[in-house]
């Protein structure tokens, strides 16, 4: 039978869509394009991998692992799951949320397959084309991967790292016009392992109250803070922005192959009746997370010991001192100090490095001189910085460290003004 649209004759080469040539992750054009060749004579210490799993020196205790195994074997949960997930899982995540303050219910939770994909719904729920949303510069990739992807323009708003990375609310403010649809805001943050304190966040929220946007808060390192630090989520000091939560296992549980997060619904102001409608209907194009891992989601939230968020939190904050402590005293460098999550930039004084053009210079040869990465800041918009990774074996801090040192003693030539501040 003759086809009855005219093809081509042959086959050409298949086009992408426009949303997959609009899929660009910052991470990985920038790392893939770099020259990473290790010295050979050093081991390669990476500092640079945001997975907290991949040197093995920071286990899950049996009691995650057993409310999986459990699941398995009861073999109940084989089949098919409501699009937004189990009742009970859903209930023992508002269970886990929950607060004196921001009181939710089942009805307010969607699970979703890790946080990337809760604030991929988020996103696509809030914002259609020819809207905007303003994001963290310093912040975490995806956001403007998902975004521009969506075909929303993304706008950034400025950090600030002299007062400890807190939201420059001046230029927030000037960034938003009447197409912005939401304000993501990342705490305790990737990459700046900034905390913010509940003063700041009623000064954030009260930019969105003033221009009535709601907020897509990024929770995924929530209670992850150090100890000189309290956790304040913004839904629970939020009185009248509506607010999308999005968290989940991976950080905190430090599984995040496991692929399990959520997005909790903090409906204040009755504003976002139509914004569950949507969410549901999206959570529909996936048919729902990983049965499994969302069967065992009670017992992991309920019987995970407190000793284990507090054990891996002091073994982190140790590593965060003595990074900070090491790295302040090499010169042609400045750290900023982190409050929690698993991060810290620091800042290169890239003007007095000879030879040196920018942080993806510095990073790479870095690596060719002294086998240690680190991620050059451009990867979350933001130049003449690098992040390092906080959760890597101790022993390994020291050493890294001091190839570092030995790197910018080579380099450095402290007889110009620095471009950063000490
Ligand atoms: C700030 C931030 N948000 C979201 C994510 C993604 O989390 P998930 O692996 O659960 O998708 C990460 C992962 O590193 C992150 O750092």
Redesign the pocket.
């Known amino acids: 039978m003759e086809p009855q649209v005219k093809r081509m004759k042959t086959w050409h080469a298949v086009p992408m869509s426009e949303m997959a040539r609009n899929t660009f992750n910052p991470i990985r054009s920038i790392v893939d394009g770099m020259k990473i060749t290790p010295n050979p004579k050093k081991p390669m210490i990476a500092l640079s991998i ?1 997975d907290p799993t991949v040197f093995g020196n920071l286990p899950i205790p049996e009691e995650i692992d057993e409310a999986v195994i459990d699941k398995i074997r009861s073999h109940k949960y084989n089949g098919y799951n409501p699009s937004i997930g189990y009742e009970e899982a859903r209930q023992a995540v508002a269970d886990y949320t929950s607060t004196h303050d921001a009181p939710v219910t089942s009805k307010d939770v969607i699970l979703t ?7 991929d719904l988020c996103i696509t729920v809030l914002a259609s084309r020819g809207q905007n949303i303003l994001i963290p510069r310093p912040g ?1 990739s ?1 956001y403007k991967t998902l975004g521009e992807s969506l075909g929303i323009e993304v706008k950034f708003y400025d950090l600030l790292p002299e007062k400890s990375w807190e939201v420059d609310l001046k230029h927030m403010e000037s960034q938003m016009d009447e197409n912005t649809a939401a304000v993501i805001v ?1 705490s305790p ?2 990459p700046c392992g900034s905390v913010y304190s509940r003063r700041h966040i009623e000064d954030i929220l009260e930019v969105l109250e003033r221009n009535r946007i709601p907020m897509i808060a ?1 929770d ?2 929530e209670h992850f803070v150090f100890s000189e630090n309290k956790y304040h989520s913004m839904a629970s000091v939020s009185k009248t922005v509506p607010i999308l939560s ?1 968290s ?4 905190r549980f430090l599984v ?1 192959g496991w ?3 959520w997005i909790v619904v903090h409906d204040r102001s009755n504003a976002l009746h139509e914004i569950r409608k949507g969410l549901n209907s999206l959570s529909q194009r996936i048919l729902g997370p990983n049965s499994l891992v969302q069967s065992a989601l009670k017992d992991i939230l309920k019987n995970t010991p407190k000793s284990f968020y507090a054990e891996t939190l002091e073994y982190i904050e140790d590593n965060a001192k003595l990074f900070y402590k090491l790295i302040s005293e090499i010169p042609g460098l400045k750290p900023v100090k982190p409050q929690g ?1 698993m991060y810290m930039m620091v800042g290169i004084d890239t003007k007095n490095f000879r030879n040196i053009k920018d942080d993806v210079d510095f990073t790479e040869k870095l690596v060719s001189e002294q086998s240690v990465f680190c991620l050059p800041a451009k990867c979350f918009q933001y130049p003449n910085f690098f992040r390092i990774v906080l959760t890597i074996p101790k022993e390994k801090v020291e050493t890294a460290c001091e190839r570092i040192k030995e790197f910018c003693d080579l380099h450095y030539n402290s007889d110009s003004p620095s471009n950063i501040s000490r």
């Open positions: 945001g397959n890790g946080c990337s994909s809760a604030l975490f995806i990342n943050s990737n990024d995924i390192y999005c989940g296992l991976t950080k995040p692929r399990m997060g999550a």
